[in-house]
């Protein structure tokens, strides 16, 4: 290999072991104790994860926040960044106001929910004061998953929708406005400049976006832990259980393998669908 093919190999070789040493090894260590038991290969560890009640619940759960949070958050966040692209008046209050709740920690935050949905609640005393109920809603009970999952979903918009918001924003601010001038001049409406123009446009933040916040998404915990315990399991939560209450660390790798295999796949599929028009690169 000459000089001039080394050169660019050795600029990265640095964050190429950097990479590995804090990525790749703990995979290689995380799938060694997955499938194995220190004296070989063994699938004994899967079979005790899917054997746990626990394990079924908390991959339906995270699959359902993913499915209601991700495109809620992303239809709010280009709403706001298209508002605050319109030049509002104090459009830097709003800005700053917007992303307030990324400074809050997950715990914070459904502490706070959880003064909001607790049985002795705000919204409980609300409805006491009004009079349309009596000793208020049990929203965080076993019994009401329904509740459970609304107020979790509630909490997770609250805090981390600032998070996809802050992304498109950069994105709306990288689209030259000549663009959505000519559609005008052209005679498209509001709908098909946000369709044909803005959206396409955005694609590249809009991956950015999507995949960020499917990753942390999977990763929600404190915030489900505050609100209702481990009476709505999360993936993660169950990691947190088997890795530190239950001291099994291989079925925690079982459980770390599957949210990867999840991102991974949702990963794949933005970059498939969510792209930027060919003309516009």
């Given at each position: 290999?000459?000089?001039?093919?080394?050169?660019?190999?050795?600029?990265?070789?640095?964050?190429?072991?950097?990479?590995?040493?804090?990525?790749?090894?703990?995979?290689?260590?995380?799938?060694?104790?997955?499938?194995?038991?220190?004296?070989?290969?063994?699938?004994?560890?899967?079979?005790?994860?899917?054997?746990?009640?626990?394990?079924?619940?908390?991959?339906?759960?995270?699959?359902?926040?993913?499915?209601?949070?991700?495109?809620?958050?992303?239809?709010?966040?280009?709403?706001?960044?298209?508002?605050?692209?319109?030049?509002?008046?104090?459009?830097?209050?709003?800005?700053?106001?917007?992303?307030?709740?990324?400074?809050?920690?997950?715990?914070?935050?459904?502490?706070?929910?959880?003064?909001?949905?607790?049985?002795?609640?705000?919204?409980?005393?609300?409805?006491?004061?009004?009079?349309?109920?009596?000793?208020?809603?049990?929203?965080?009970?076993?019994?009401?998953?329904?509740?459970?999952?609304?107020?979790?979903?509630?909490?997770?918009?609250?805090?981390?929708?600032?998070?996809?918001?802050?992304?498109?924003?950069?994105?709306?601010?990288?689209?030259?406005?000549?663009?959505?001038?000519?559609?005008?001049?052209?005679?498209?409406?509001?709908?098909?400049?946000?369709?044909?123009?803005?959206?396409?446009?955005?694609?590249?933040?809009?991956?950015?976006?999507?995949?960020?916040?499917?990753?942390?998404?999977?990763?929600?915990?404190?915030?489900?832990?505050?609100?209702?315990?481990?009476?709505?399991?999360?993936?993660?939560?169950?990691?947190?259980?088997?890795?530190?209450?239950?001291?099994?660390?291989?079925?925690?790798?079982?459980?770390?393998?599957?949210?990867?295999?999840?991102?991974?796949?949702?990963?794949?599929?933005?970059?498939?669908?969510v792209r930027q028009p060919e003309g516009a690169r």
């Open positions: 290999m000459t000089a001039r093919l080394r050169s660019p190999w050795m600029l990265l070789l640095p964050s190429l072991v950097l990479m590995a040493a804090l990525f790749g090894w703990p995979l290689v260590q995380g799938v060694l104790a997955a499938f194995g038991n220190g004296h070989g290969f063994t699938l004994d560890n899967w079979h005790r994860l899917f054997g746990d009640p626990y394990f079924l619940k908390a991959l339906r759960n995270t699959l359902l926040l993913l499915v209601i949070v991700v495109p809620i958050q992303l239809v709010l966040a280009v709403g706001m960044a298209l508002l605050l692209q319109a030049r509002p008046g104090f459009a830097g209050g709003h800005f700053y106001l917007w992303c307030l709740p990324l400074a809050i920690s997950e715990l914070a935050a459904g502490l706070v929910w959880l003064s909001i949905f607790g049985n002795r609640g705000y919204l409980n005393s609300l409805l006491v004061w009004l009079g349309l109920s009596h000793d208020g809603v049990q929203w965080l009970s076993y019994q009401h998953t329904g509740t459970m999952l609304l107020a979790i979903v509630l909490a997770e918009i609250w805090r981390a929708t600032s998070l996809v918001f802050v992304i498109v924003v950069a994105g709306v601010q990288l689209i030259p406005r000549d663009y959505d001038e000519a559609a005008q001049v052209f005679g498209a409406g509001l709908w098909q400049r946000l369709r044909h123009v803005t959206l396409p446009l955005l694609g590249p933040s809009l991956q950015a976006a999507l995949i960020l916040r499917t990753i942390l998404a999977l990763q929600a915990f404190a915030v489900a832990q505050a609100l209702t315990g481990r009476d709505f399991p999360l993936l993660v939560g169950e990691t947190y259980q088997w890795y530190s209450n239950l001291q099994n660390p291989a079925v925690a790798s079982c459980v770390s393998l599957v949210v990867l295999v999840i991102s991974l796949g949702t990963a794949v599929l933005y970059l498939r669908t």
